[in-house]
């Protein structure tokens, strides 16, 4: 072997491990991304009235959405739903911890968090006893002046990890997109 090619042959053997290693990490790299992707999709499924969407937690079933006139303070958009508590336990966080109730958005402007009240009796949600559903109303404040028109309702799940990484043991972690849907409120006489 000239004292030239042994160079040249180490400079070859150089060049295609650099580029078999390029080509493992974009396949790994690229693999690794739809890994991401669906274990938290960007982008919510579309659901309806009627149809439960999975909170975590809980069950979720929205039935209605009307728009409340009051005569002598603001309107309200007033959601009617169906809730129940999967877990074993009385949940205080019916909508995770810390909470996060759907969110109603119009003109992709987020309104604040809504006032949950238990439709039997009209009192505040505090908690949910375990496998048995509830029928609440969740209302949000309108800003004036407001006229009728689509508006979109966002939904998160919070994800549930048998064992952390952090202290090993079961616990709720962060949320996700769950369901989404875009509706427009019945008017109320």
Request: aromatic residues 8%; negative net charge.
């Amino acid at each position: 072997m000239s004292p030239d090619a042994e160079p040249r042959l180490l400079r070859r053997l150089w060049l295609r491990l650099l580029a078999t290693l390029g080509i493992a990490a974009a396949v790994l790299l690229s693999w690794w991304w739809k890994i991401d992707e669906a274990r938290s999709p960007e982008d919510a499924p579309e659901t309806a009235f009627g149809q439960q969407i999975d909170l975590g937690r809980t069950l979720f079933t929205p039935e209605a959405l009307v728009l409340r006139r009051q005569p002598d303070g603001p309107d309200q958009l007033v959601m009617t739903a169906l809730i129940e508590n999967i877990t074993g336990a009385t949940q205080a966080a019916v909508f995770g911890s810390p909470p996060r109730p759907p969110g109603l958005s119009i003109d992709g402007a987020p309104l604040d968090a809504p006032e949950v009240t238990l439709l039997r009796d009209g009192e505040m949600l505090r908690e949910l006893q375990p496998r048995l559903p509830e029928r609440i109303t969740l209302a949000w404040t309108l800003p004036r002046p407001w006229h009728a028109q689509p508006v979109e309702i966002g939904f998160a799940r919070q994800t549930f990890k048998l064992r952390d990484n952090l202290y090993g043991q079961s616990s709720w972690l962060g949320f996700v997109p769950s369901a989404r849907m875009t509706v427009e409120p019945e008017d109320t006489p």
